[in-house]
């Protein structure tokens, strides 16, 4: 009887252990075929071509800066548009909203979150790129700046749904206790609710440029794709190509184990890189600036 | 002197269920009054009248007024963020905000528009030192709040009512999460803060009723049942609920 009781127990720590684990595997694992793919690219192409600001791989141009310099830019106005969207709008519903309109809003935005981002895509290029093209008088309304404004609403409901959750979290008495202060409700909000929350709110954040860097279909779609370095904050208006869109519209017409196939793994080397370094930026920023006193508490 | 006029108020939740019924009471300066009774007798709802933080919660009905200063403070055009710093309160819970010592003390003050270093100082020392834990954290401030006791956080947000300078405060159970050593402080610091201030307790015993009180409404199910000085109360009740109650027949 015993004996049995703790092979259960036995299989079952070890089960889970198992899956915890190969969660680490898994990521080696993916992290080591994109280096065994990725890396012959440093040796077949010259480093001063790989770094340079022309891709144009039939002619053998692979520079990839623009790419990388597209996909930061599309993330930044991204984030740019998501962020305060999206922590105005948790904070709505979760601090200023009547109750009835609140259980409207919140299934509605998590809704929004589970569109398929073609469907958006669709709406990008069929009202919003036409739309810019005549509002702001441009050559071409798929820019990067169309994509950003895409990409910021795909990331305003992971951030507001996450968001929300952790200022709903913040006891009620912090409330009370800064009201009877004499706090306005924007003072507590701003002063005492955030800030409480803000653990909560960050990583929302963090999930929301993850996914909008990892976006590839609505950006493919709208941004014009035309590999350009993009430097200046002008060039938010014209044509940009990231990386994403770069591999899933190239990788199906590629020669198997030939030079261009190595640099998009490369590219994909270089992608996985950035959102480790994001990721980690912000969990540091998260754990670091948590206080004693808030771990405590969380 | 009476520093708050209560008059037929009284006050319906959105469920429904009524807190107050026609409740008519003076509460004077410079004494500490206590509402007691037993669990769901509108005590707190009645506290929470007095610096409207029932705003904030679903309430249905209002009806009478209070006169704070002889100016009707339930009048919808009152500034209550005003009247939050003129009536202070602390809760059952001591709920100190997310930040160190001295910030809780000066948040109240930095809110209301104070930025003098010197005077933030001289408050932080001075509510500090009423709320008898000045000598507890004076080398401290700037640790986080909540890495106090429960006891010490209390007083932490005693004094931070007490900075703001308040002309009322307001105190709802305010040691029922305490050790009695800590108690004792916290109703000793009381009987000095009568001295410049309208206190007005909820206590979480009778004993504690009897100890602080100088004047006492006793409430039971939203009805101000009796409501008379502390001594006359406690030892000669007139009504007979009062008197079951305060002899532990019930509640």
Not at chain 1, 216 to 242: C, D, H, I, Q, Y
Not at chain 1, 269 to 281: D, W, Y
Not at chain 2, 206 to 214: E, I, S
Request: hydrophobic content about 45%.
């Amino acid at each position: 009887m015993e004996k049995t009781l703790n092979w259960r127990e036995f299989i079952i720590t070890r089960a889970i252990k198992a899956s915890g684990y190969s969660a680490i595997v898994f990521v080696a694992l993916i992290f080591f075929f994109l280096l065994r793919e990725g890396l012959p690219a440093l040796v077949e192409v010259p480093l001063s071509t790989l770094f340079s600001v022309r891709w144009y791989p039939i002619e053998s141009y692979f520079g990839i800066l623009p790419l990388i310099t597209g996909s930061i830019i599309v993330t930044i106005g991204a984030a740019l548009i998501a962020v305060p969207f999206g922590i105005g709008t948790a904070v709505f519903i979760s601090e200023i909203a009547p109750r009835w309109l609140r259980e409207i809003i919140k299934p509605l935005v998590e809704l929004l979150g589970g569109l398929p981002s073609v469907v958006l895509g669709f709406l990008g290029i069929l009202v919003l790129s036409p739309f810019l093209r005549r509002f702001l008088d441009l050559p071409t309304g798929l820019t990067a700046f169309t994509g950003s404004l895409l990409l910021g609403g795909i990331a305003v409901p992971t951030v507001v749904s996450i968001a929300e959750d952790a200022l709903d979290a913040v006891p009620r008495s912090y409330r009370e206790g800064a009201w009877a202060l004499g706090a306005t409700r924007w003072q507590t909000i701003w002063r005492v609710t955030l800030p409480a929350a803000r653990s909560g709110v960050l990583t929302g954040i963090m999930l929301g440029i993850g996914r909008a860097i990892g976006e590839t279909m609505a950006v493919m779609m709208v941004t014009g794709n035309a590999p350009v370095l993009a430097l200046t904050p002008g060039s938010l208006f014209s044509p940009a190509r990231t990386m994403t869109a770069t591999i899933a519209a190239e990788m199906g017409e590629v020669a198997n184990a030939s030079v261009h196939y190595h640099v998009l793994f490369f590219i994909g080397m270089v992608l996985f890189i950035i959102s480790l370094i994001v990721n980690i930026a912000a969990s540091s920023v998260v754990f670091r600036s948590k206080k004693r006193a808030e771990r405590v508490l969380s | 002197m009476n520093k708050i006029v209560i008059e037929n108020l009284s006050l319906q939740y959105s469920d429904g269920t009524e807190s107050l019924r026609d409740i008519s009471m003076s509460i004077r300066t410079n004494a500490i009054t206590v509402l007691f009774g037993p669990a769901g007798g509108g005590k707190s709802t009645l506290l929470r009248c007095l610096n409207r933080l029932n705003d904030l919660t679903e309430v249905k009905a209002v009806g009478g007024q209070i006169l704070l200063d002889g100016e009707n403070i339930l009048d919808p055009g009152t500034d209550t963020i005003a009247l939050r710093r003129k009536v202070g309160m602390v809760f059952a819970r001591p709920v100190v905000l997310p930040m160190s010592i001295r910030q809780n003390l000066t948040y109240g003050l930095e809110l209301a528009g104070e930025k003098r270093k010197s005077r933030l100082d001289e408050a932080v020392e001075r509510s500090l030192k009423l709320a008898a834990i000045w000598e507890e954290v004076k080398d401290r401030l700037d640790d986080p709040a909540i890495a106090l006791s429960g006891g010490q956080q209390q007083r932490i947000c005693l004094a931070r009512v007490l900075a703001l300078q308040p002309e009322v405060i307001l105190l709802d159970e305010p040691t029922s999460g305490l050790d009695p050593i800590s108690t004792g402080k916290v109703e000793t610091a009381l009987q000095e803060l009568k001295k410049e201030y309208t206190v007005i307790l909820v206590p979480h015993s009778v004993q504690q009723a009897g100890r602080t009180a100088d004047y006492a409404a006793f409430f039971l199910q939203g009805e101000l049942v009796e409501y008379n000085d502390g001594k006359s109360l406690f030892t000669t009740p007139k009504d007979k609920r009062t008197e079951d109650y305060i002899t532990g027949r019930f509640g």
